[in-house]
């Protein structure tokens, strides 16, 4: 079992940032990859950013490339997800999920462990 507790959400100005935090505790996080899923009243759950057990890859959807960077620390069982130049249209919950896949993935049905979730509001 892996838990996944997800961090850093709040209220920003448009143009602002934010870095959400996935805290994992349980079996070897390091062999995870680790995915950023969100969702918007009233919308699908949507991807965000993926990253691999190692860090060494990534990727993202195409609506947060160049803003949103995925990045993990495996000593201290956290992924991170810096959100810069945020956009009113990135309010959303945000959750992050772990999964044994490699290298990554985009697809939430993929994911075996999903945090509760933290809600990100920028307003404009």
């Known amino acids: 079992q892996v838990q996944l507790v997800e961090s850093g959400g709040g209220l920003v100005q448009a143009g602002g940032s934010l870095r959400l935090s996935c805290a994992a505790s349980?079996?070897?996080?390091?062999?995870?990859?680790v995915g950023w899923f969100r969702q918007a009243p009233g919308k699908e759950r949507e991807f965000v950013a993926t990253i691999s057990y190692s860090g060494g890859l990534t990727y993202y959807a195409d609506s947060v490339k160049g803003r949103f960077t995925i990045f993990r620390d495996n000593v201290k069982n956290t992924v991170y997800l810096q959100m810069n130049s945020l956009k009113p249209e990135d309010t959303a919950v945000y959750y992050c999920a772990a999964g044994q896949i490699e290298p990554y993935s985009g697809y939430d049905e993929d994911y075996s462990y999903w945090g509760q979730g933290t809600q990100v509001t920028v307003s404009s």
């Open positions: 349980g079996r070897t996080f390091s062999s995870y990859a």
